[in-house]
């Protein structure tokens, strides 16, 4: 994406050469990535919290603060992908004028990083449950 828009620069800036598709790729990356980086985080456990205030509890409430929070975060995640797949669906009918490509590609990125998501939150889940609960941190 990065060397896209690069290029894109370069080609206008120094040749007067536009290529028509290369911000509706890097825009779609963006999007892409946006996503894909959230259930990455959600995976690492770097989602977002105020860690200052969890680390004022008690010892004895760590393991329901972490199952509050993933409770938390599922329900928001589900939500949030259950309805992008209309909009998505809506998307398909509409091409975008450089790459010919469905805006719904762009869209689809919200479910499959929503699914993704919870995927990471429900094995993140069974992993706290069947571990040793002294070792997962917040």
């Given amino acids: 994406m990065v ?5 894109q620069v370069l080609l206008r800036y120094l040749f007067g050469i536009s290529i028509s598709w290369s911000a509706e790729v890097s825009q779609f990356g963006m ?3 946006c996503f894909l980086g959230a259930a990455l985080a959600v995976k690492e456990r770097d989602h977002m919290r105020v860690d200052y205030f969890i680390n004022l509890l008690p010892a004895t409430f760590l393991p329901f603060v972490h199952i509050i929070l993933n409770i938390i975060l599922f329900i928001f995640v589900a939500y949030l992908s259950y309805s992008s797949i209309p909009i998505t669906l809506a998307f ?6 450089g790459l010919g490509v469905p805006y719904g590609l762009v869209s689809l990125a919200m479910p499959v990083g929503g699914i993704l998501m919870l995927f990471y939150l429900i094995t993140d889940s069974i992993n706290w449950f069947v571990s040793d609960k002294k070792e997962i941190t917040l």
């Fill in 31 to 33: 999007v892409w990535l």
């Fill in 3 to 7: 060397l896209m828009v690069f290029g």
């Fill in 92 to 97: 398909m009918q509409d091409i975008t004028p």
